[in-house]
């Protein structure tokens, strides 16, 4: 079997195909899934901190409100019935705690609110027993309490006007009831399988939305091991059952607890499953389409190019006839070698035209044809640029007094100094007779000003080839609005040039806008 250029072109295309969709689809899979990953880390660690700093405000607010009822508290100390009127006002009034006491020194309760069966008791549980003993603000560990509720306790200190110690004013959080800490974080802003949750100091949990948590040690939780540090941050972690998440984690500096909002990697996982495969569904139909178009195209470029090798080594030889070549190479070593040889010459001599028809054969610079070119090309790329038009002053003397040849080295002179005050991105071109184009790229009028005003002075500095002085006139435009067509252009600046001719010469005037 012969192996033909359409048998190669085809085999290379298909192997090319597979080998483009199964490296995009790979690398765009773990690209994606990178991306995914660390935006969700990135989105629970900002959750995390905004939920954390609003619990913060929250302990706060409840701090700030005790405090101001502590000194209204201890006034009354001995009166229980007014204690009592005054915690149902704060709790009416405040919907953070689920109760509120007042504990003596003795750790004996005298009042609370609501009466939840406790005042005239002693108090023995470890929040209370804090309290006392820390005799300032604080919020407790989560403990169990005399009703066998799970709460924290958010105190702070009562003193009497001769700085004696009272007892403390107290507001309680039901851990595993409806409280404030549920109302901030029950809801994430996710719904796919994210939750919050809460752990203490001590690595318990404070809040999680399965109610059966409450109450649990996680401090072998890498996460919570971090919050114990009272570091915040984003990570991997693996929860409780072994399922791996992308967990956020803030410490919170008022209660030293932590807040942690994380979401199963699983979902990020698929979601760039999902993205990959959508890019693969997408690119199907232009991928079919792509190899039934190259199919035909193949058919079509192999017959000809078969047939023109064929053609071209039967021409090499001295004959006219076609010849079989029995190996699947011939068509690009015939091609190579014939069309090659051809196409540099040719390309040669296209390059040796193009560069005369763009060439003013006197001075060297670029001519009017290739001014217009490039123009366009500036104008279609919306490329800001300046223009400036030079006219040698009384260039008819010049020749009617030294002669043509005289004239012409005058015109060579001045392509000199154009040359000299330009970049290598700028273009000099010659229009015809004594009139001469500078095209300045990425130049606003101020800049060019200053090249006209340098090209102005460097010609009437020096010498010209007629042993005397020679001055130039200039016109500058700068070109920087798309509405205005180049005709427009090059009349504001002739104007200019004209201004400077009739103001005097030797002189360089901006075109007005």
Known sequence: MIKTLRFWIMLLLTFTMIGILG??????????????????????????????????????????????????????????????????????????????????????????????????????????????????????????????????????????????????????????????????????????????????????????????????SVVENDVAQKIMRHESGAQKVLNSNGQEYLAGYTFIKASKWGVVSQTPIGVSVKSAADVVSRMLLYALPFVIFFFFVTILLTNGLASPLRKLALYSASLREGERTQTAIPTWYFEAKQLNETIREYAEWQQQTVDEYKERSYTDALTGLKNRRYQEEMIAKWIRHKKPFSLIMIDIDHFKQVNDTYGHQVGDEVLKFLAEKMCEVVRSEDVCVRLGGEEFVMLLTDTNHTDALKIAERLRRNVAAVVCPTNDIITVSLGVGYYHDPEETVDHLFERVDKALYRAKTEGRNRVVLAEE
């Open 23 to 216: 490296i995009t689809s790979i690398a765009g899979y773990f690209v994606e899934k990178e991306n995914v990953v660390d935006n969700t880390l990135k989105m629970n660690n900002v959750f995390s901190a905004k939920l954390a700093q609003l619990t913060e405000e929250v302990f706060e607010g409840m701090q700030s409100q005790l405090q101001v009822k502590a000194f209204e508290v201890s006034a009354d100390i001995d009166d229980a019935e007014k204690l009592t009127e005054e915690l149902d006002v704060l709790l009416s009034s405040n919907k953070n705690f689920n109760s509120l006491s007042v504990v003596n020194r003795d750790g004996v309760v005298l009042a609370t609110a609501p009466d939840v069966g406790i005042v005239g008791s002693k108090l023995e549980t470890p929040g209370p027993k804090e309290a006392l003993y820390e005799r300032k603000n604080l919020i407790s560990a989560p403990y169990q309490a005399t009703t066998g509720r799970l709460l924290v306790l958010i105190s702070t200190p009562l003193w009497n006007d001769k700085n004696e110690y009272l007892g403390f004013l107290s507001g309680t959080i039901y851990l595993q009831e409806e409280n404030s800490i549920r109302d901030i974080l029950g809801d994430h802003y996710a719904t796919d399988g994210s939750y919050v949750w809460v752990v203490d100091r001590n690595g318990i949990i404070i809040y999680h939305p399965v109610a059966d948590r409450i109450g649990t």
